[in-house]
């Protein structure tokens, strides 16, 4: 036999027992037995310092972790907070938005107004103008240029000649 009949024979073996359980399986199921799930999950517990067996947790003194109510405040022997309080962090509030100059609202609201003035004369079912139509995409456009162009992708004026990194 070559090897390449060798690893077609291996594989039709692959194929034909596909679906077939494994050996060390005592279910129907194809997998076996040790990768089954317990039928109840197993529950964590959380065990407090100076807490008695039976003392408000299970029978061996270890509270459930789904009953924790009032660990937000538990402090540990040394005085300090609980883990659930350490390690988290609070971003500082955002910083306010700029305020816009003139041309960059009245080229938002040529943007936006445009379509809109369209699209409310067509669902009112207002007759158009050859003007009111030209002054509305003439708007739109008008608008999309004007914050294209006031974007300003180049360097910093007044720079110098080096930028560096510009982030």
């Known amino acids: 036999m070559t090897p390449q009949s ?16 494994s050996a060390d399986s005592a279910d129907d199921h194809p997998w076996p037995d040790s990768e089954n799930l ?7 517990t959380l065990e407090r310092d100076g ?14 972790a789904g009953d924790l109510t009032g660990a937000a405040d538990a402090v540990d022997a040394a ?9 988290h962090y609070v971003p500082p509030p ?13 080229a938002w609201a040529a943007l936006f107004g445009g379509p ?5 004369a067509v669902l009112l ?3 158009l103008q050859n003007w009111a139509l030209f002054a509305a995409v003439a708007a739109f ?24 990194a510009v982030i």
């Open 6 to 21: 060798d690893e077609d024979e291996v594989w039709r073996q692959i194929v034909a027992s596909f679906n077939e359980p």
């Open 38 to 44: 317990p039928s109840e999950p197993a529950r964590r």
């Open 51 to 64: 807490d008695e067996p039976g003392a408000g947790g299970d029978a061996d003194g270890a509270t459930p």
């Open 79 to 87: 005085g300090a907070p609980a883990e659930d309080e350490e390690g």
């Open 94 to 106: 955002p910083p306010p938005l700029p305020k816009a100059d003139a041309s960059t609202r009245i």
């Open 116 to 120: 809109a003035y369209l699209l409310l």
């Open 125 to 127: 079912g207002w007759e």
């Open 141 to 164: 456009v008008g608008g999309f240029v004007m914050l294209v162009v006031r974007k300003g992708d180049g360097p910093p004026g007044g720079s110098g000649w080096d930028d560096g």
